[in-house]
């Protein structure tokens, strides 16, 4: 394998490079961010943290779908609308409640199949859509989805608590595929019992509840390190990682594996003494997690590979997105 070669393919990957626009985004609504004086945590984690009284929160989260995916498999698009809805929520800590979708429809011939992928992933991970706005004369086809769940307000994951010495664990599902249509989007939740997709959520509030992670977020579209280098970015730290102490489904080379989405995967912080524990709670669920690197007191993340190591982002050169 050409390291080098590696390394740059994760630094220009696209899932990476088009994060940086919410810097520009958050600069301008940072300041009606906590205008109820509600918000618990900062902005920029996976979901948001509203106190309701009763050491609880409410989180809540958004995303839309990439409009190559609608165009290409309007069914994927409504399934993974769900999906990376409820990862947001379980990244927290917290359980997901109910979902509501705003739609623009362009195209006829796409709309019974994004809103049968829309049912189907509700049904999959047994979380309501209860509601929405649709355009049915939209100039342009697109999907965004938006969730609330709930969670303990003192027990809740998020991307700001990583601190020095802290273990840096990847934890992913093995058991998948790639889709069969987008080669960087490893399938682990449609095949599945549904059952077991849900415990796989309720795995990861288990751990928030007792105390065992320290910081976290879901894999998404930047890949496993591009995900990291993000909570790295928000805790203000860097890391070292081993690159092959990462987990990975031996059918995929490690380009394709580090810049993949899997449908269900962290990067967590914690503690030494709790990383075996995490790791064999999570080997119940069909999620396999391993202790990969440490939190460093700096601003980069650091691969090593064989006697070789190559700084993939720097927090002053190259972040994924970055706000002060």
């Known amino acids: ?61 958004a995303d839309g779908i990439w409009g190559d995916i609608m165009n290409v498999n309007p069914y994927w698009a409504g ?22 979708n705003i739609m623009s429809i362009s195209n006829d011939e796409i709309y019974e199949d994004l809103l049968k992928g829309i049912k189907d992933g509700c049904l999959k991970f047994g979380v309501p859509m209860v509601g929405g706005h649709l355009h049915p004369d939209g100039e342009v086809d697109s999907l965004g989805v938006a969730i ?62 007792h105390d065992y992670i320290k910081s976290g977020k879901d894999i998404s579209n930047p890949g496993i390190l591009g995900t990291l280098e993000m909570l790295l970015e928000t805790s203000k730290k860097g890391a070292i990682v081993n690159l092959e102490d990462i987990p990975r489904n031996e059918t995929l080379g490690w380009a394709d594996w580090l810049r993949s989405y899997p449908g269900s995967g962290f990067v967590f912080t914690a503690d030494e003494d709790k990383c075996e524990y995490i790791r064999e709670y999570l080997a119940k669920y069909s999620i ?33 997105f970055i706000f002060r």
């Open 1 to 61: 394998m050409n390291f080098k070669n590696l390394v740059k393919e994760i630094q220009e990957f696209k899932g990476v490079s088009r994060k940086s626009s919410i810097n520009n985004v958050i600069s301008l609504l940072e300041e009606s961010y906590n205008v109820s004086g509600d918000v618990v945590i900062e902005i920029g984690d996976d979901a948001s943290a509203i106190d309701i009284g009763n050491n609880q929160v409410m989180l809540i989260a």
């Open 288 to 320: 396999e997690a391993a202790v990969v690197g440490e939190i460093t007191d700096s601003n980069s993340l650091y691969l090593n590979y064989a006697d070789e190591q190559a700084e993939i982002f720097n927090q002053d050169k190259n972040p994924v």
């Open 79 to 100: 399934y993974c609308s769900v999906l990376v809805n409820v990862n947001d929520i379980a990244a927290m800590g917290g359980k997901p409640l109910a979902m509501v």
């Open 148 to 209: 609330v769940g709930i969670a303990q307000k003192d027990k809740i994951i998020t991307s700001f608590g990583a601190e020095v010495g802290d273990k840096v664990i990847v934890a992913i599902d093995l058991d998948g595929k790639p889709h069969e249509m987008f080669n960087l989007n490893w399938d682990t939740t449609y095949d599945k019992d549904s059952q077991l997709v849900r415990d796989q959520i309720t795995a990861v509030q288990y751990l928030a509840e």
